[in-house]
């Protein structure tokens, strides 16, 4: 099993930018697609994007298509996630997950990080 931990989070103002990382232990993370998600209070845990294990294939959720890139260094064992134009309701914990494949679907993933806090003020 996949051991993942996110960092990079914090405070940022309203058209900012802030850099994700997700730093993998236990298995090389070329063996896996991955996800970022993000869940804000009181709310359901949302699709953010997802990359393939070879890094070639990326998909992104509508409310952050054009904005945020996720990326993959697999020689480094971490996936990132450049989020740029960051808007107030981007505010959520941030977390990635591994998979077997590409997916929108929590379901779609079996290893999680802990997760860490954005916070974009306007």
């Known amino acids: 099993q996949v051991q993942l931990v996110e960092s990079g989070g914090g405070l940022a103002q309203a058209g900012g930018s802030l850099r994700l990382s997700c730093a993998a232990s236990?298995?090389?993370?070329?063996?896996?697609?991955m996800g970022w998600f993000r869940q804000a209070p009181g709310k359901e845990r949302e699709f953010v994007a997802t990359?393939?294990?070879?890094?070639?294939?990326?998909q992104y959720g509508d409310s952050v298509k054009g904005r945020f890139t996720i990326s993959r260094d697999n020689a480094k064992n971490t996936v990132y996630l450049q989020m740029n134009s960051l808007k107030p309701e981007d505010t959520a914990v941030y977390y990635c997950?591994?998979?077997?494949?590409?997916?929108?679907?929590?379901?779609?993933?079996?290893?999680w990080g802990q997760g860490t806090q954005v916070t974009v003020s306007s």
């Open positions: 997950a591994a998979g077997h494949s590409m997916e929108v679907r929590t379901s779609g993933f079996h290893s």
């Open positions: 990359i393939n294990w070879s890094g070639t294939s990326t």
């Open positions: 236990g298995r090389t993370l070329s063996y896996y697609a």
